[in-house]
T-cell receptor
């Protein structure tokens, strides 16, 4: 059973629009949640983390966590061409490992 | 300071050969992780070190894979009798074990190709 699901296919958004990414996880004991960005051929880089229910904003990025429904989302406001990348959702378990989804590709169209 | 470094950046080997992949974590980070990423997939956990000891090696796929971290800093992932299915990008990450907000910082990865 997959622990972290990112089911949406590639997402194309016009420059300046909002990109919305969703992620669900299976273990109710999950403690904290991370969004990483990965450019093609590069390693993942952290965008933000969240561990409390609700919204957390950092610049143009907002993470939303709903533990009751076991989902976490990422909104990218005012999308820029430089935001074109794969976004990885990761769930931190108490045994100090991250479980990753397979990622969602975002393409921002100028 | 410097980030996580990994060497080599690319490794091409033949089926059945032995390879070693090296990771140098961020200075002062006590936790070190190895992940494997196949094309179109997210990173998959392999092993976690806290200090010198392997605290969790449950992600190692079989006994051909082994990792060490003898002095609590640099780590080496060792793969014996490589198979074509081992071809992937091997990522190393380190963290300072800050609890719920523990952030893992990734190195650039080693792309392993087994012919």
């Amino acid at each position: 059973q997959k622990e972290v699901e990112q089911n949406s296919g590639p997402l194309s958004v016009p420059e300046g629009a909002i990109a919305s990414l969703n992620c669900t996880y299976s273990d109710r004991g999950s403690q904290s949640f991370f969004w990483y960005r990965q450019y093609s051929g590069k390693s993942p880089e952290l965008i933000m983390f969240i561990y409390s229910n609700g919204d957390k904003e950092d610049g143009r990025f907002t993470a939303q966590l709903n533990k009751a429904s076991q989902y976490v989302s990422l909104l990218i406001r005012d999308s820029q061409p430089s935001d074109s990348a794969t976004y990885l959702c990761a769930v931190f378990y108490g045994n100090n490992r991250l479980a990753f989804g397979k990622g969602n590709q975002v393409v921002v169209i100028p | 300071g410097a980030g996580v470094s990994q060497t080599p950046s690319n490794k091409v080997t033949e089926k059945g050969k032995y390879v070693e992949l090296r990771c140098d974590p961020i200075s002062g980070h006590t936790a070190l992780y190895w992940y494997r990423q196949s094309l179109g997939q997210g990173p998959e956990f392999l092993i976690y070190f806290q200090g010198t000891g392997a605290a969790d090696d449950s992600g190692l796929p079989n006994d051909r894979f082994f990792a060490v971290r003898p002095e609590g800093s640099v780590s080496t992932l060792k793969i014996q009798r490589t198979e074509r299915g081992d071809s992937a990008v091997y990522l190393c990450a380190s963290s300072s074990l800050a609890g719920l907000t523990d952030t893992q910082y990734f190195g650039p990865g080693t792309r392993l190709t087994v012919l």
